[in-house]
T-cell receptor, first 114, second 117 residues
Framework: DAKTTQPPSMDCAEGRAANLPCNHS???????VYWYRQIHSQGPQYIIH???NNETNEMASLIITEDRKSSTLILPHATLRDTAVYYC???????????????FGSGTQLTVLP | GAVVSQHPSWVICKSGTSVKIECRSL??????MFWYRQFPKQSLMLMAT?????????EQGVEKDKFLINHASLTLSTLTVTSAHPEDSSFYIC?????????????FGSGTRLTVV
């Protein structure tokens, strides 16, 4: 699986958009980009994933660059409850693949400030 | 949505005893279950992968005789830490892969905090 690089920490003001970057320059054509977050002492929570098109759900938006070498997770209106470690993970799988383990990097500690 | 129920959420045990952690998929069948371990201030590290009805595959450095994994049904996987020692104290998390209309997602249990005294 491709390696990802994320900033170790970020701050964001409550109510503002939080933009979390991820670099995955060695991603291959059949690898998906997944985003998870982990609130302290809890299991990771799925946020969103995508292959090459931008994706949006009720939690966030995922913007993937055209060359797929980087992506940005956007939390449109951050709240204090969004304070967590955010993990960007690249892995094969998807529609026709089989379940694969997710390799977690260090992630980004997002702190939403009041 | 798909939920993995993990129990217990925390456990304290004496050194030398065994502890069993259960993960149940509540509304789907989990063909594959992953077990992770997380030490304080560190990221999740994969311990093993189990497929229903098969022997688990362990990552390098994980003792299969110490961390017993059973995945006898599509809705239940268990991890037993045998002869636990203080260095086994950690946060253990299970995860199941599941298919959907947009390909694979992965859902995680809430984790088990193990403290060996």
């Amino acid at each position: 699986d491709a390696k990802t690089t994320q900033p170790p920490s970020m701050d964001c003001a409550e109510g503002r958009a939080a933009n979390l970057p991820c670099n995955h320059s060695t991603i291959s054509g059949n690898e998906y980009v997944y985003w998870y977050r982990q609130i302290h002492s809890q299991g990771p929570q799925y946020i969103i994933h995508g292959l090459k098109n931008n994706e949006t759900n009720e939690m966030a938006s995922l913007i993937i660059t055209e060359d797929r070498k980087s992506s940005t997770l956007i939390l449109p209106h951050a709240t204090l409850r969004d304070t967590a470690v955010y993990y960007c993970i690249v892995t094969k799988g998807g529609r026709t693949g089989s379940a694969r383990q997710l390799t977690f990097g260090s992630g980004t500690q997002l702190t939403v400030l009041p | 949505g798909a939920v993995v129920s993990q129990h217990p959420s925390w456990v304290i045990c004496k050194s030398g005893t065994s502890v069993k952690i259960e993960c149940r998929s509540l509304d789907f069948q989990a063909t594959t279950m992953f077990w992770y371990r997380q030490f304080p201030k560190q990221s999740l590290m994969l311990m093993a992968t189990s497929n229903e009805g098969s022997k688990a595959t362990y990552e390098q450095g994980v003792e299969k005789d110490k961390f017993l994994i059973n995945h006898a049904s599509l809705t239940l996987s268990t991890l037993t830490v045998t002869s636990a020692h203080p260095e086994d104290s950690s946060f253990y998390i299970c995860s199941a892969g599941l298919t959907g209309t947009k390909g694979y997602g992965y859902t995680f249990g809430s984790g088990t905090r193990l403290t060996v005294v």
